[in-house]
Each structure stands twice: as C-alpha cells, then as structure tokens.
C-alpha cells in the first residue's frame, strides 16, 4: 500500500504532470488516506537563538551572517512551559522547540531540554523538537522524556546541498535522520523551495524521502524566506504553483505524512493556501512568529479555516485510531 520504492523517473514523471491534474490526482489520495478537512496547527518556539556555527545559506541565525537576530542563550523551562499553554489555549496540538545548534551536545543545556520536553508532554501535547544533528544515545533520551517528533529537514538534493551548506554533509544528515528512527521517535524532515535550486533537485529530494525505509510522519515544505545578511537575501520570490506542485507530489509519494505548508506563508493569500491544502498540504506553523521571521497571526488563521470550512486535527490522533501509546498512558510513563 504504502510504497518505498520509488524510482527518480516515477517521482519525475509525477512532478511534471500538468498541474490541474497534478492537484486533482493528489487531492483524490488525499481523500483516500487521510481526513481533508482537518489541518494539524502547530507552534513553533525559538528555545535558543541566533548564534549558530553553522553556514546554511538561508538561515538569520547562523552567526557568521550580519542578520540583525540577537543572540540568546536558552529560555527558562517556566517560561517555555507558559508559552507552549497558551499555545494549546490557542488550539495547537504540537510544539515544538528549536535550537540554533550545529548539534546537541551532552550538557547542562541538554538536560534542561529533556526538562521542557517532559513538561510539555505532560500537559498532553505532541512535543517536537530540533536541535541539530543528535547520537542515537540523545535520541533515545529525548524518547525517554516524552519527545513525540524530531524536526531534522534534508532542505534540498544530496546534489545541491553543498551550494547551501558547507559546514555538515548530507550523510550526517541522514544519519541523524536514523538514529530518530532508531529511537522510536517520529520523523519530521521536509525542506525548501526558493534556494536556487532546480526542478532536478526538488524530484531529487523527493526521491530521498519517499524512498526512506519508511516515509517520515511529517514533511515539511517551506518557502523560502529571504532574510537580509544571508546569502539568499536577493533570490526570486517562490512561485505558488512551484508551492503546490511540491506538496501535491509529496502527498502522492507519501500519502500518510502530514505534509506541512510550513514557511513562507505570510506572502501567500488565502486563494494560495487553499490550493496547497486542495494539493495535500494539512499541516501548518500557527502563531505570528516561526523561529525567527513572522507567520500570519491565529485570528488570521482562524479565520482562513472558517472560511475553507477545515478544523484543528486533534492532538495524538495517530495513536487513538492504532489504539496504543495513547498520550495518557506515555505521560505516565515517562514523568
Ligand atoms: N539548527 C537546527 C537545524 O538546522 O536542524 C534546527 C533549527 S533550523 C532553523 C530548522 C529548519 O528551518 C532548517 O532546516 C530550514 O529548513 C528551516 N529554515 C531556516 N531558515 C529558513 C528560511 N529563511 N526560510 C525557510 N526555511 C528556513
Ligand atoms: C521547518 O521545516 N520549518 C520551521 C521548523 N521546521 C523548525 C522553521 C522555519 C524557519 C523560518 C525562518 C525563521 O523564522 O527563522
Ligand atoms: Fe544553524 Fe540550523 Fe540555522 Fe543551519 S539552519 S545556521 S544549523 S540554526
């Protein structure tokens, strides 16, 4: 049912399917495997930022960039555990906490992490995190504290990705990506459209995640942001239909992920957005701020789901249809 096997040549040849089509095929999956009027709302909190080692081309928060983002060092767990409340007040299911980290080191800062992770997860919603690249022994922690998703984006082709990023490989990368999988926590990893990159890299990337051992729960697409100071300041806007095209291909290659319309959505019109959700997108960042750029607000919001007639999709739904791991039952074992 679910396929893994993929050739570049089947992943190209959905990419290039007329784009109606395109959307009409995706739309028709999307119905078969998941519920189309519900969209997962996540909040998305910056626990430590700027200051980054690293060199990705797009990102306000890698320190050799003159980006104007403050440095700061880790947030008090009070402090994220108040945010993440009123983000559940607000109706999102999953948080999840970033850091401008090259990789999580076995320290102080990661405990408090493991910290927050339990307090989050203990006010009953999915906890996510990313926090660079992690050792199979951290995932397993992060596990261990009640972590419910790990954020680990791939962002382009194997190809491309040294234009972007010169300071890690693809392979470390991936390897990552396996020590999550190996930890029995769900993979989130997606990436960007709007780096420069070709049509041959997106079919590329693609091609990657939909050939994984198993496709990861979540794939985010983001739109780039251009943030000034970086590398990327200047390049052209993202086409929407260069938007649509992506998710509606990764919602045929990987029908049971929760593709996310993640970044970028505060150029996108509500008519854009509806496209993208027609296409298979049913994941979005709520809350007026990503990491570090803004998002439309939750009225904003609110108000596009009213007027497309789509509701919050409950948090461990996954898990309450397999009837296990329900969260009352990892809460209580995991504090
Ligand atoms: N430092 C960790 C890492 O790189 O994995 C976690 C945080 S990092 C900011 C998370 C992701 O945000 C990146 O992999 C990238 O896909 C996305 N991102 C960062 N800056 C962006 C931008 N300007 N536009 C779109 N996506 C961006
Ligand atoms: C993802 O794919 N997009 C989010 C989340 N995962 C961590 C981050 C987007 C960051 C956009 C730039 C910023 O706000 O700093
Ligand atoms: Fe650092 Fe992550 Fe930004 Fe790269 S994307 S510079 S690793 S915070």
Not at 135 to 145: I, R, V
Not at 310 to 330: G, I, Y
């Amino acid at each position: 049912m679910i396929k893994t096997t993929w050739t570049k040549g089947e992943v190209k040849a959905i990419y290039d399917t007329p784009l109606l089509e395109l959307i009409y095929r995706a739309a028709t999956i999307h119905r078969e495997f998941n519920d189309t009027g519900e969209v997962q709302v996540c909040t998305l909190l910056s626990i430590k930022t700027g200051g980054c080692s690293e060199d990705c081309a797009y990102c306000p928060q890698a320190a050799r960039y003159n980006t104007g983002v403050n440095v700061q060092a880790l947030m008090k767990k009070e402090e994220v555990l108040a945010y993440a409340q009123k983000a559940k007040e607000a109706g999102s299911t999953r948080f999840c906490m970033g850091a401008a980290w090259r990789e999580v080191r076995d320290n102080r800062d990661f405990d408090r992490v493991l910290d927050m992770v339990k307090g989050v997860n203990a006010m009953g919603m999915e906890v996510c995190c990313t926090l660079g690249m992690l050792t199979e022994d951290q995932a397993h922690k992060l596990a261990n504290a009640g972590l419910y998703a790990y954020n680990h984006n791939l962002d382009t082709s194997s190809e491309y990705y040294g234009e972007i990023i010169s300071t890690r490989t693809y392979d470390d990368r991936l390897q990552t990506l396996d020590n999550v999988r190996k930890a029995g926590v769900s993979v989130c990893c997606g990436g960007i459209v709007g780096l420069g990159e070709t049509h041959e890299d997106r079919i590329h990337m693609l091609h990657t995640l939909a050939t994984m051992p198993e496709h990861p729960e979540s794939v985010p697409v983001n739109a780039l942001v251009p943030v000034a100071g970086t590398p990327l300041a200047h390049n052209d806007k993202v086409n929407v239909w260069d938007m649509v095209r992506m998710i509606a291909t990764a919602r045929i290659l990987m029908p049971r992920a929760m593709v996310r319309l993640s970044a970028g959505r505060t150029s996108m019109s509500v008519s854009d957005q509806a496209l993208c959700f027609m296409a298979g997108a049913n994941s979005i960042f709520a809350g007026d701020k990503l990491l570090t750029t803004p998002n439309p607000t939750f009225d904003e919001d609110m108000a596009m789901f009213d007027m497309l007639g789509l509701k919050p999709r409950e948090a461990f739904k996954a898990e309450a249809a397999a009837h296990h791991h329900h969260h009352d039952t990892m809460a209580a074992t995991t504090i």
